[in-house]
T-cell receptor
Framework: AQKITQTQPGMFVQEKEAVTLDCTYD???????LFWYKQPSSGEMIFLIY??????QNATEGRYSLNFQKARKSANLVISASQLGDSAMYFC???????????FGAGTTVTVRA | NAGVMQNPRHLVRRRGQEARLRCSPM?????VYWYRQLPEEGLKFMVY????????ESGMPKERFSAEFPKEGPSILRIQQVVRGDSAAYFC??????????????????FGPGTRLTVT
């Protein structure tokens, strides 16, 4: 079984600044995948970034980067140069490499201020 | 290239009525996963289906809930005799192969926009 913990229920960030969203996980699987999703107020789930447990490089996708520290079991999301459109709920998720069930954290609400 | 479609987007039911939620997977996808998001929580897995088969329904309540994915047509999540506690957002996701069968990210789950069920 996997467990995802997101300890920050809400965060404020100034436009154009960077923000880091914390995510720690617990799993007995040796191989697994970590995901971040964005959920704006409209409600849809938007896939942002993926990190495999055996990937040596931290994943990056545009302004999103994943700070993966395997020994600490953390997979923090960094959003650089925040924009007003980044205001949303962000979910960290994971699954075992051979599993299909995604396990989600409780989410972090990000509000970007002009 | 249409994504995963869900309808209705919003559904209001009175206690005791039935709710039917539909999910049309992406073209070429034959694997469907349903998740439920209760207020202020993350998504939780409910059921995994392939065409005409329920593979894993371990996350689905034993009573009142059922799911199907017929050979033709969308996948349907059915909730009978709804109660206020069923109020939630229900998401479906689809993939071209069973997620986890390959390390390729292209086999990951693509989510629909969700159906928000409100039970009054």
């Amino acid at each position: 079984a996997q467990k995802i913990t997101q300890t920050q229920p809400g965060m404020f960030v100034q436009e154009k600044e960077a923000v880091t969203l914390d995510c720690t996980y617990d799993t007995s699987d040796q191989s697994y995948g970590l995901f971040w999703y964005k959920q704006p107020s409209s409600g849809e789930m938007i896939f942002l970034i993926y990190q495999g447990s055996y990937d040596e490089q931290n994943a990056t996708e545009g302004r999103y980067s994943l700070n993966f520290q395997k020994a600490r079991k953390s997979a923090n999301l960094v959003i650089s140069a925040s924009q007003l459109g980044d205001s949303a709920m962000y979910f960290c998720a994971m699954r075992g490499a051979n599993d299909y069930k995604l396990s989600f954290g409780a989410g972090t609400t990000v509000t970007v201020r002009a | 290239n249409a994504g995963v479609m869900q309808n209705p987007r919003h559904l209001v039911r009175r206690r005791g009525q039935e709710a039917r939620l539909r999910c049309s997977p992406m073209k070429g996808h034959s694997h469907v996963y349903w998740y439920r998001q209760l207020p202020e929580e993350g998504l939780k897995f409910m059921v995994y289906l392939q065409k005409e088969n329920i593979i894993d329904e371990s996350g689905m309540p034993k009573e009142r809930f059922s799911a199907e994915f017929p050979k033709e047509g969308p996948s349907i999540l059915r909730i009978q005799q709804v109660v206020r506690g069923d109020s939630a957002a229900y998401f479906c996701a689809s993939s071209p192969r069973r997620t986890g069968a390959s390390s390729s990210i292209s086999y990951e789950q693509y989510f629909g926009p969700g159906t928000r069920l409100t039970v009054t």
